[in-house]
């Protein structure tokens, strides 16, 4: 097997990558992977990143808006310097065996894979996280972790560990591009191309995931706070216990969540455990029980009755009448 390349390492050379794109990928997902490529490319007046599409088989990839990318099979390519792996959606059908066969393959000949979105699910399916710290989207965090029980799961933005490259969607694939840039051209061009974009976060890969994206209203007690909640939706902490945990009273804590977020911790900690329900009942073939007890639950009618209450609509009818739109 030969060594990666160590693809962080100060270099004026450019960087052969192959965007490997799945079907039912998210159209962010794909851009964040390629534009920060263009965009360095034009701002340092010359080719730093070449780059090509592949796809599973030959037939275009389409992405969840209906765009299809072209690009050739998987099987065809036979190396690159770092293979990007795009993935969004029914993970468990793509990672078919030639298709793991064929990110082992590349690997073994020195590439460094990096996965954005569902791509760490199809890297760790092809047991190249094996052994490995690495981070997916936080939807799918929980079940990564148990389906993968030798790789070490974190809820980092993005993760680089030797040769794999991990990140938790769109958002923090900028991120960890941007890094990439940073590392091999410089930190001022990587300025420049996060200017590009108007983005003007430190791309950090120790900075967590937030479950409900930044909320600039949070002050330092009611984020502590919710973070401790999206951490236990399945055995809710009492908001005393959270009160505690946060070096703070039940009443304190009562009052910073209202004045800064117009709302209880109660009603901010079910929502949050509804939220998570309602994704797991529309995205995922759980059993209506086994959501209702995930998201904390003690009884099937308890969490029917609430989440009529909030989604207007009964979890079964809702995944009853789900389509394909995504």
Not at 32 to 41: F, I, L
Not at 161 to 168: A, E, K
Not at 185 to 202: N, P
Request: aromatic fraction near 4%; glycine fraction near 8%; include cysteine.
């Amino acid at each position: 097997m030969k060594s990666a390349k160590n693809i962080l390492a100060p270099t004026s050379g450019p960087l052969r990558v192959a965007v490997l794109v799945l079907d039912d990928s998210n159209t962010l997902s794909f851009a964040s992977a390629v534009d920060p490529m263009r965009a360095a490319n034009r701002m340092a007046r010359r080719r730093l990143f070449d780059w090509t599409h592949v796809t599973a088989t030959g037939t275009p990839a389409r992405l969840t808006c209906g765009i299809a990318v072209p690009g050739p099979a998987l099987s065809r390519l036979h190396r690159c310097d770092l293979l990007i792996v795009v993935a969004g959606f029914h993970l468990e059908r793509h990672a078919t065996p030639a298709l793991c066969a064929g990110l082992r393959r590349l690997a073994a000949a020195g590439a460094t894979v990096a996965g954005i979105d569902g791509g760490p699910w199809l890297m760790a399916e092809a047991g190249l996280l094996d052994d490995r710290r690495a981070t997916t989207h936080w939807e799918d965090l929980d079940r990564f972790a148990a389906r993968f029980p030798r790789v070490t799961v974190l809820r980092d933005r993005f993760h680089v560990d030797g040769p794999v490259m991990t990140s938790g969607g769109a958002m923090p694939a900028i991120d960890m591009m941007l890094h990439l840039i940073g590392r091999r051209h410089g930190a001022d061009l990587a300025r420049r191309v996060a200017g590009v974009f108007i983005h003007d976060t430190r791309p950090d890969p120790d900075r967590a995931q937030s479950r409900a994206g930044a909320l600039p209203r949070h002050s330092r007690l009611t984020a502590r706070a919710a973070a401790l909640m999206e951490g236990h939706l399945d055995t809710p902490l009492s908001i005393a216990d959270i009160a505690r945990r946060c070096g703070a009273s039940a009443r304190a804590l009562e009052a910073q969540f209202r004045t800064r977020l117009g709302t209880t911790p109660q009603a901010y900690y079910l929502s949050l455990r509804l939220d998570e329900a309602h994704r797991l009942v529309t995205d995922t073939e759980m059993p209506l029980l086994d959501v209702a007890l995930a998201t904390g639950f003690a009884s099937a009618s308890s969490f029917a009755r609430a989440f009529r209450a909030a989604h207007g609509t009964s979890a079964r009818a809702l995944r009853a009448g789900r389509g394909s739109v995504r």
